[in-house]
């Protein structure tokens, strides 16, 4: 999957205008790419578009005009699109309180260690973590995952896929559905 260049940014001005128009189809486009794992975890799997709608929107939020905070931004967000046969996703730890928040990201540590992609046939991939998001006593609740398949694992990610944490104060799968396998595959292509 291509890049994202810093021509193809819109100013903020442009986006703006164009944005009424654009986020409604960026929210479904994420509703269809959003997978839940248990009760905590949510799996915002990442493409070209949700990482330009992305970039667009921390332009917006944080009021980036100057062309370096722009690039930075670009290649900080870049890291998100999936290389060949890779599935690339922001994983959110939730918890309905700071208190319990602040308990769980303690009690998953080593989620890195615990966490799959099982295609059709039983075959797993382990979820590599971007290690800058992990300390030595609690993780963060936003982390940035890559499942790299393999090249027979891709060819049978339509057939059915399962994301499987089996971390030991945190087991559960998550079964991905048609609808999710189909948007998730144009990734593989």
Known sequence: MEKITHQEILDITQYELERPNWRPKMMALKDRRRIRVGDHLTFLFENRETVRYQIQEMMRIERLVKPAEIAHEVKTYNELIPEPDELSATLLIEFETPELRAVWLRRLLGLEDHL?????????????FDTRQISTDRISSVQY?????????????????????????????????????????QDLK
């Not at 694992?153 to 971390?167: L, M, S």
């Not at 030991?168 to 609808?179: G, K, N, V």
């Open 145 to 185: 995952v890559k499942f790299p398949l393999s090249h027979s694992q891709a060819e049978r990610f339509a057939q059915g896929a399962r994301i499987i944490a089996d971390h030991p104060a945190y087991s559960y799968t998550a079964e991905l559905t048609t609808e999710q396998l189909q948007e998730l595959s």
């Open 116 to 128: 799959w992609m099982e295609t059709n046939g039983g075959e797993r991939a382990q979820a590599r």
